[in-house]
């Protein structure tokens, strides 16, 4: 039996990023990912020079100095959803996903929780999670590291349906 593949589209995949520290707040969005998932594998990847901040230097600073995204140009999870879930049947569900998210180079297992909605096709995934830069060797400038947090609250957001 094939297990059917559920694939986002470009524009149905939201992850968003949150710095707050006493001198300032960072943030900023990425729409272009993709997320896929089959047999409870679960994927998400991104290209870190995707992600839009308020000012053009914070992203210039992002990309050049923290992520290196010329050297390392994306960030992936890749896991496993821990429940077992009917895909074709309606409802929502917490999920635990359990995998490796590899940024900035650095690969290390992770276990992201979150919500799994199912409606006439359509899976929704919403997920919280915090990630610490030290973690994936982001260095922060020491002219900088009090505007930058040490840990990153992400939000993430995607619907798939199912890949024809």
Same mark, same amino acid.
């Given at each position: 039996?094939?297990?059917?593949?559920?694939?986002?589209?470009?524009?149905? =995949?939201?992850? @968003?990023?949150?710095?707050?520290? /006493?001198?300032?707040?960072?943030?900023?969005? $990425? @729409?272009?990912?993709?997320?896929?998932?089959?047999?409870?594998?679960?994927?998400?990847?991104?290209?870190?020079?995707?992600?839009?901040?308020?000012?053009?230097?914070?992203?210039? $600073?992002?990309?050049?100095?923290?992520?290196?995204?010329?050297?390392? /140009?994306?960030?992936?999870?890749?896991?496993?959803?821990?429940?077992?879930?009917?895909?074709?049947?309606?409802?929502?569900?917490?999920?635990?996903?359990?995998?490796?998210?590899?940024?900035?180079?650095?690969?290390?297992?992770?276990?992201?929780?979150?919500?799994?909605?199912? #409606?006439?096709?359509?899976?929704?995934?919403? @997920?919280?999670?915090?990630? #610490?830069?030290?973690? $994936?060797?982001?260095? =922060?400038?020491?002219?900088? =590291? !009090?505007?930058?947090? !040490? =840990?990153?609250?992400?939000?993430? $957001?995607?619907?798939?349906?199912?890949? #024809?």
């Amino acid at each position: 039996m094939n297990a059917q593949i559920y694939k986002s589209k470009k524009d149905e =995949v939201k992850v @968003s990023f949150f710095s707050s520290t /006493p001198i300032e707040d960072i943030s900023a969005v $990425h @729409s272009t990912s993709t997320s896929f998932i089959a047999n409870d594998s679960i994927k998400f990847t991104l290209a870190n020079t995707g992600f839009v901040f308020p000012k053009p230097l914070m992203q210039e $600073h992002f990309n050049e100095n923290y992520m290196e995204s010329e050297k390392f /140009p994306f960030a992936t999870f890749k896991g496993k959803v821990k429940e077992t879930i009917d895909y074709t049947k309606n409802g929502t569900h917490n999920v635990t996903m359990e995998g490796s998210l590899d940024m900035h180079g650095v690969t290390l297992p992770r276990t992201i929780t979150g919500t799994l909605t199912i #409606k006439d096709g359509t899976i929704t995934m919403d @997920s919280k999670f915090d990630v #610490k830069v030290a973690d $994936h060797k982001i260095k =922060v400038p020491s002219l900088y =590291v !009090e505007k930058i947090a !040490e =840990v990153i609250k992400v939000t993430f $957001h995607t619907e798939m349906t199912p890949k #024809k």
